[in-house]
């Protein structure tokens, strides 16, 4: 068996791009099309396919610089093997898979790497649709139910989505003979080349209304206004998306709705801050309650609920109130309502107050002295 290197008219150390050159050198070469009924020149077409799969691809080349083969089942005849199509002198450029890439590249854009062949056009989904959903903190936390209008493409209800107007016929299309794609015919440097198409008289589905339904002008689908009812569950999340199968835009010929997705965005709230299931909120207390403790009233999405603030808490102190937070999304379970208490000094006493304040400081024993400069507070 001949070196692959040899084969690609190249040495050992050649670089990727050396090695595409030289294939692009060989394939134009020995290229079927330039070699009609030369069994000869298809052989050496093919070998140069082989040598090129297994030196384009590092592994394989490795390995077959250290074993003299690649390892794989590359030695052996291609499965299926390359459909030329000798009465019409054209070639499918899918037979080459792995070789698309290069063959694009000098074929020209029509001869299409990967792409699939033009299908008879056969049912399509319709497209998704997004909305956004505004809702409130409460919303968010209790669930509700939204009312939407979503405009979108629906199946047209005068031709039930066939396209022609009732009662007329639908034919089979000329240009294609009803085979919903063509073949086109191109001189290019390489011989006579031929690649199918969509028929652009039929867009491929082979058929053609007489008369095109005068509802839809022959789209099968009209701008339709549908109500949609979302379920927002208790507990959502801000960003959350929720998606409702089969709400989006009709599909064609038979194909399925698109499916609906709702993002939900959830306005903050003046006092209250959401932290997965915990509600987070601040209040002022006064500086006496601190110290001396108290019973009051915090304001929780749940509504008022008594709390005792045990005496001496010191500012900036987090309570926690159980069960008074936002309900978690998967679970029964029900966050919490944390509290952060922020201790409030009074910023002016009357003279009884002052009185007291100071027999207070002599009696604990605390200097309150204020003397000398004052520079403001900054
Ligand atoms: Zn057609
Ligand atoms: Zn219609």
Not at 79 to 106: L, W
Not at 164 to 193: D, Y
Not at 293 to 298: E, I, P, Q, R, S
């Amino acid at each position: 068996m001949e070196d692959l290197y040899t084969t690609l008219g190249i040495n050992k150390g050649a670089t990727e791009s050396e090695i595409k050159k030289a294939y692009r050198k060989k394939a134009q070469e020995f290229h079927p099309d330039k070699n009609p009924d030369n069994k000869d020149a298809e052989k050496k077409f093919k070998a140069v396919q082989e040598a090129y799969e297994t030196i384009s691809d590092p592994q394989k080349r490795a390995n077959y610089d250290r074993f003299g083969s690649t390892g794989s089942s590359q030695s052996g005849p291609q499965g299926g093997g390359f459909g030329f199509n000798g009465a019409q002198g054209g070639f499918n450029p899918n037979d080459f898979g792995g070789f698309a890439d290069i063959f694009e590249s000098f074929f020209g854009e029509n001869m299409g790497g990967r792409q699939e062949q033009p299908q008879k056009a056969g049912p399509m989904r319709g497209n998704d649709i997004q909305v956004q959903v505004d809702i409130k903190f409460e919303e968010a936390i209790f669930g509700t139910d939204k009312y939407l209008e979503i405009s979108k493409p629906e199946t047209c209800q005068k031709c039930t989505g066939k396209g022609n107007e009732p009662g007329t016929a639908i034919k089979k299309c000329g240009q294609c003979n009803g085979q919903g794609q063509v073949r086109v015919t191109r001189q290019t440097i390489l011989g006579k080349m031929s690649s199918v198409h969509l028929c652009p008289s039929c867009q491929g589905t082979g058929e053609i209304p007489e008369k095109l339904c005068s509802e839809c002008r022959g789209q099968m689908r009209t701008k339709q206004t549908e109500e949609v009812t979302v379920k927002i569950p208790k507990g959502i999340e801000d960003g959350t998306s929720i998606k409702i199968k089969e709400k989006g835009s009709a599909g064609i010929r038979g194909g399925k709705h698109g499916d609906l997705y709702v993002h939900v965005r959830v306005f903050a709230h003046k006092n209250f801050l959401r932290d997965g299931a915990n509600i987070h909120s601040e209040e002022n207390i006064h500086v006496l309650q601190a110290i001396l403790g108290a019973n009051v009233k915090v304001e929780t999405v749940h509504g008022k609920v008594d709390l005792k603030i045990p005496a001496g808490i010191q500012s900036g102190t987090e309570l926690s109130i159980k069960g008074k937070g936002a309900p978690s999304i998967r679970s029964d379970k029900m966050g919490d309502h944390i509290l952060r208490v922020n201790v409030k000094i009074p910023e002016k006493l009357n003279k009884k107050e002052r009185e007291l304040f100071e027999a207070l400081a002599k009696e604990s024993k605390v200097n309150v002295k204020a003397e000398g400069f004052f520079d403001g507070i900054f």
